[in-house]
Every structure is written in C-alpha cells, then in structure tokens.
C-alpha cells in the first residue's frame, strides 16, 4: 500500500543522511526524549496505581466497608441483631456482621506487646473469603475449638514474629481493665492457645490486631450480648460513601455510620496528590522532546530549503509542504511513544513480578513498592505525547511554506 505523498517525503527526511550531523544527533535525542517521557509517566502512574490497589485490598480484607459505631461511647450496641437485619436490607448491601473491638496486652514469656482484639462472629458466611484467605498458618475451624476451657486465637503475623509465637503455643491476655474492685480496675488474665497466624499485607493489621470468637471475647471482657461496631461489605466499595448515609439515615442520630475512605482518608489524599504532583513533573520531560523536536525542525526547515522551493516550483501545495514537517514531529512522537510504552510496561511488570524495590513495613505499611500499570493509560499517555509533539510543529511547519522558491533556487 503506497503512502501519501506528505509522510513519504517526512519518513525521507528523517532517514535520510544529513550535511549537517547535528540534526540527526538532535532528532535521536528528541525520540529518546518522548520514550523516556512516556515511560516515566507508565512507571509513575503504575506506581500509583500499585499503592493504592494493594493498600486497598490489604486493608478491605481485613476491616469494613462501612462501620456503625455508637455516636456517644457507651455500653456498647445491645440490639445489634436487630440492627444487622435492618441494615442488610439497605441496596447493595452484602451482609452487615457485628464486631467486637477490645484493647489488650498480649503476654508471652519475658516479652509482651499491646494489641486489638476483634471479635468475630464465626457464623458468618463472609469469614471464608474476607478472613481465610489471609490464614498463613492454622484453620479458622481451630477457631471455634476450645481445649480444657481454654478459648482460641488468631493473631496478626508481625505480633507473633515479634514474640515468637507459633500455632500452638499459649499466651496470656492482660486486660487492663478487668475486673472492678472497690480501689479501682483491676487488670484480669486470661490463658489462650493460638489457633492460627493472619497475614493481610497492610502492616498495622499484621503488627497489632488479634480475633477471636465473639462468644468468647465477651466472657473474656465480662460483657453481655454487646458489641460495639456492626460492619457492612457493600457490592461497590466506591460506593460506600453513599451508603454509609443510607445507613446513617435509616439508624439515626444515636449511631454514626463511618466508611473506609473517610478512616483512610490521610493515606487516600496522599495517593492523590502523589498521582497528581507525578503527572505535572514528569510532563515536563514532555516539554523538553517538544522542545528537541521544534529544533529538529528548524533546522530541517533551515536546511530543506532548496527542495522545499523545487517542490513549490512542481506544484506542490503549501498545505502539503506544512503537513510534510507535522509528519516529521508526529513521526517522532510515534516512535518515541511506542518505545517508551514497551520499556515502561515491561520494566513495570518484572518490577512488580521480582519485587525489586523493597519498602520498610513500619513505614509505608508494605514490603515492597507494587507495580500495576493499567492498560487503558497507554491511550491518554500517547496522546499527551502526540499532542506535545504536534504543538511543536506547528511553527516549524508554518515557516516551511513561507519559502520562496526564486530566492531559494538564485543561486543554484
């Protein structure tokens, strides 16, 4: 299939020997410019991308999408049976489940640390696919044992690396709030047997939570049929800010209904303006390849003099010769995207396959930095690209059809 006549000639020039070198040497780095540019853009956003993807599943798989709580910290939600019916009727709703959240000191040996426990209700159908999944080692049926009395525990992979706990072992729960004597709290001790180890992946789960059976955990608190928290799992997880007032409206003024992107906001806000600081920043990689570009042109424009004036003489159009410059720049950009579109997406997926930046939990709440570039920004990165580099040409071209062909050939 024969080209059109303007992108035969541009392809030409571009491949074409040069007089002068430095026009080659400036149209090579300007396509090393767009690559670099656009892959930058694929690794930033792939980046931002990764954070938030895996900060999110880490942290949905192991907490709510919506949470009722008591408006005014009490005694605790009494009739939350009723309530979980009544909220499991709102749209979308995949199961409202109760929860119990207590704060403790987990005692092993010579060392001990604080931690959270949640209580869970092992009826719930939801267990297999919220909690399970994390199990790193034990069952969630060892759960639900109890061996001479004493009840079962789950904790958190960081909490038992850190005071060497393997399942089976015994640990004692200090509640510093225990029992109620006539000088005061007095803190109560209560001897359980690790049924298994929970790993999410989002540090601060890992490193401070514990669950246990909801029954158990009430005997162990002292406390009646309570609970404090009644968490919802919604359909859309984007969705849940809507129907935490749903949820507000239906219960009322004497509970609050939180969702997980208002608990998480800090990290949310910070994700976003990382994504979007990335964007401005690396843009401007973009506008030095346009800046490259415009100068490759120039000076192609400079020295195309003479055949910019036959090709007028043998009726060659001024659009035509103005299109024949834009190819140029659009050339450039072609190439460039698509090399830097292979570099950015494979660097991204052996990043991401071979983990090879690794993170400090403590910090940044994963091991590693996640990569995962999105296929559809392929399309909006090379037509920022094309844009920029179009933009760049327009001058160039312009001045191209501004030759005049008796001035050009006088001398010839």
């Known amino acids: 299939m024969a080209l059109p006549f303007e992108l035969f000639v541009a392809q030409r020039y571009l491949k074409a020997k040069r007089r002068q070198s430095a026009i080659s040497i400036i149209t090579s780095i300007s396509i090393v410019g767009v690559a670099a540019g656009v892959m930058a853009l694929v690794i930033a956003i792939a980046i931002n991308n990764g954070f938030r993807t895996t900060l999110q599943k880490n942290l949905l798989g192991a907490t709510a999408h919506v949470t009722i709580t008591e408006r005014v910290p009490g005694d605790g939600i009494s009739g939350w049976r009723e309530l979980s019916q009544k909220l499991a009727t709102l749209p979308g709703t ?109 540090y601060d789960v890992d490193a401070n939570f514990t669950f246990m059976s909801l029954g158990d955990l009430q005997r162990m608190m002292s406390l009646g049929d309570v609970v404090n928290a009644i968490e919802i799992k919604v359909a859309d997880i984007e969705a849940a800010p809507s129907h ?51 100068i490759t042109l120039v000076m192609m424009v400079m020295e195309k003099q003479r055949d910019i004036a036959i090709l007028l003489s043998m009726g060659t159009r001024q659009e035509q010769i103005r299109r024949i410059f834009i190819y140029q720049g659009l050339l450039i950009g072609v190439v460039g995207s698509v090399l ?59 001045t191209a059809t501004k030759v005049a062909p008796a001035e050009a050939l006088r001398y010839e």
């Open 94 to 202: 995949i199961e409202a489940s109760p929860a119990l959240y207590e704060k403790v000191f987990v005692n092993a040996g010579g060392s001990s640390s604080g931690a959270i426990i949640k209580g869970l209700d092992l009826a719930s159908p939801r267990l297999t696919e919220d909690l399970v999944p994390f199990i790193k080692q034990g069952s969630i049926d060892k759960l639900r044992e109890t061996e001479e009395a004493v009840p079962s525990i789950l904790l958190g992979s960081k909490l038992a690396e850190t005071l060497g706990l393997r399942v089976g072992n015994y640990i004692q729960i200090i509640n510093p709030l225990g029992e109620l004597t006539p000088f005061g709290p007095r803190p109560s001790y209560h001897r359980m047997r690790i049924a298994g180890v929970v790993e999410t992946g989002f």
């Open 244 to 294: 935490a007032e749903k949820a507000q409206t239906l219960l009322g003024n004497k509970f609050v209904a939180t969702h997980w992107m208002e608990q998480n906001k800090q990290l949310l806000g910070a994700l976003k303006m990382e994504r979007i600081v990335s964007l401005i920043t690396i843009g401007l990689i973009q506008l030095i390849a346009a800046l490259n570009i415009f």
């Open 340 to 398: 830097g579109l292979i570099l950015g997406y494979s660097l991204s997926f052996f990043a991401n396959k071979y983990r090879w930046i690794e993170l400090s939990e403590e910090i940044y709440s994963i091991s590693y930095v996640p990569f995962q570039p999105n296929p559809l920004d392929a399309l909006w990165i090379t037509g920022f690209a094309l844009a920029v580099s179009l933009l760049a040409t327009l001058y160039p071209a312009r």
